[in-house]
Nanobody
Framework: VQLQAFGGGLVQAGGSLRLSCGGSGRTFSSDYMTWFRQAPGKEREFVAGINWSGSMTYYADFVKGRFTISRDNAKNTAYLQMNSLKPEDAAVYYC???????????????WGKGTLVTVSS
């Protein structure tokens, strides 16, 4: 069972990136899918989450209005559209999944390898 995040890269402040998180080994269509991030020297923090149907989404305050989480269960994939990126958004972004309702890092059952997002000022 594996999750893999990809789509990171270097972008200028104010720019956009779209991250993808693909699952393999099992279907994640019944799980909450989430995005976390970790900047150097900082704790991993919750960014966004989405329920199994996509009808409920959750965002950290610092990304509300700029980031959008979505999913395509037919492709076993979740997405994070990041707009209006700021230098402080630079971090390694991880996707994670859980069948439970806790959306903190300790509640995640499956983690993907991260993808690096760099934002230049």
């Amino acid at each position: 069972v594996q999750l893999q995040a990809f789509g990171g890269g270097l972008v200028q402040a104010g720019g956009s990136l779209r991250l993808s998180c693909g699952g393999s080994g099992r279907t994640f269509s019944s799980d909450y899918m989430t995005w976390f991030r970790q900047a150097p020297g900082k704790e991993r923090e919750f960014v966004a989450g989405i329920n199994w149907s996509g009808s409920m989404t959750y965002y950290a305050d610092f990304v509300k209005g700029r980031f959008t989480i979505s999913r395509d269960n037919a492709k076993n994939t979740a997405y994070l559209q990041m707009n209006s990126l700021k230098p402080e958004d630079a971090a390694v972004y991880y996707c994670a999944a859980t069948s439970g309702g806790r959306l903190d890092s300790s509640g995640m059952k499956y983690w993907g390898k991260g993808t690096l997002v760099t934002v230049s000022s």
